[in-house]
């Protein structure tokens, strides 16, 4: 059983910065990819960055030049600070942790941007 705890969440002022962080429990593979999205109500979980256990980092558009993920394999911990942060961040943000026929989420945690 693998579970996944985020913390880091919260009210930040636009143009502020955050930080997010995620641990994940139990039998994990070497070799995955941990990750974050976000969902917003009535839409779909997109995809906010994703970091491959080679260090391998992929960001979506909205969020290339402001994000930065980084991950502790160690600890089994994906990181992920977000800068200038705009009201249209404000979703939940879901911790991802992945490898081949394993899926596994966090329960979330509200970022809530301020204009």
């Known amino acids: 059983q693998v579970h996944l705890e985020e913390s880091g969440g919260g009210l930040v002022q636009a143009g502020g910065s955050l930080r997010l962080s995620c641990a994940a429990s139990?039998?994990?593979?070497?070799?995955?990819?941990m990750g974050w999205y976000r969902q917003t109500p009535g839409n779909e979980r997109e995809l906010v960055a994703t970091i491959h256990s080679t260090r391998i980092t992929n960001y979506a558009d909205s969020v290339k030049g402001r994000a930065t993920i980084s991950r502790d394999s160690a600890k089994n911990t994906v990181y992920l600070e977000l800068n200038s942060l705009k009201p249209e961040d404000t979703a939940v943000y879901y911790c991802?942790?992945?490898?081949?026929?394993?899926?596994?989420w966090g329960q979330g945690t509200q970022v809530t941007v301020s204009s």
């Open positions: 139990g039998s994990i593979a070497s070799i995955n990819y």
């Open positions: 991802n942790l992945y490898w081949i026929n394993h899926d596994y």
